[in-house]
């Protein structure tokens, strides 16, 4: 069955560090999301791309987050001076529509120190 | 985006159905009923989606009655990895807006032996 793949799977960072966080979507898929989850929390939608631009974005994705699809398989999030509060799981997702059900990779836990 | 409504927790015993209701008394004629599972320090999972009436997977069942306003999902014979939060979703073009999930705080399932 094929499958969102996120890497690393755990990164730790020192607050005002940028980090960046990968994942390759399922091959086929044109719409890639980004979520966290603050442990013990909901799981919060970031941001979705679609034909190399973003689609939508959320309140908490400002100006220190951003995304790119680099070449043909990677779409990443970069956050820029991270913040403890950005301590999270980050999960990545893809999907063949915007209609259809999203993949979800097994996720980063980052923690900010 | 109609709200839901679901049990913050439930128990059962391996080999006993579960069934997890959700509320969602504002939901729209376009709103599609999905519900995700969790595992702990995994991202979530896509398990069925309806708009009315029954639908079977290989996974889970799904009762939507007339008035949509409620909808149940039904896991036969649960097993002790069937642990997990359970989220119901309900939305637009099939339970996300431009893609968009929203997550609530779901249903945390533990199955005892």
């Known amino acids: 069955e094929p499958e969102v793949t996120q890497t690393p799977s755990h990164q730790v960072t020192q607050m005002g560090q940028e980090v960046i966080l990968r994942c390759v979507p399922i091959?086929?898929?044109?719409?890639f999301y980004w979520y966290r989850q603050i442990l013990g929390q909901k799981v919060e939608f970031l941001v979705s791309f679609y034909n190399n631009e973003i689609s939508e974005k959320s309140e908490i994705f400002d100006d220190q987050f951003s995304v790119e699809r680099p070449d043909g398989s990677n779409f990443t999030l970069k956050i820029r001076s991270t913040k403890l509060e950005d301590s999270a799981m980050y999960f990545c997702?893809?999907?063949?529509?915007?209609?259809?059900?999203?993949?979800f990779g097994q996720g980063t836990r980052l923690t900010v120190v | 985006l109609a709200k839901t409504t679901q049990p913050i927790s439930m128990d059962s015993y391996e080999g006993q159905e579960v069934n997890i209701t959700c509320s969602h008394n504002?939901?729209?004629?376009?709103?599609?009923i999905t519900w995700y599972q969790q595992f702990p320090s995994q991202g979530p999972r896509f398990i069925i989606q309806g708009y009315k009436t029954k639908v079977t997977n290989e996974v889970a069942s799904l009762f939507i009655p007339a008035d949509r306003k409620s909808s149940t999902l039904s896991l036969p014979r649960v097993s002790l990895s069937d642990t997990a939060v359970y989220y119901c979703?309900?939305?637009?073009?099939?339970?996300?807006?431009?893609?968009?999930?929203?997550f609530g705080r779901g249903t945390q399932l533990t199955v005892w032996p």
């Open positions: 091959s086929n898929h044109l719409y």
């Open positions: 504002n939901i729209a004629t376009n709103d599609y």
């Open positions: 979703l309900v939305g637009d073009d099939r339970g996300s807006t431009l893609g968009r999930l929203y």
């Open positions: 997702a893809s999907s063949d529509d915007k209609n259809t059900e999203a993949f």
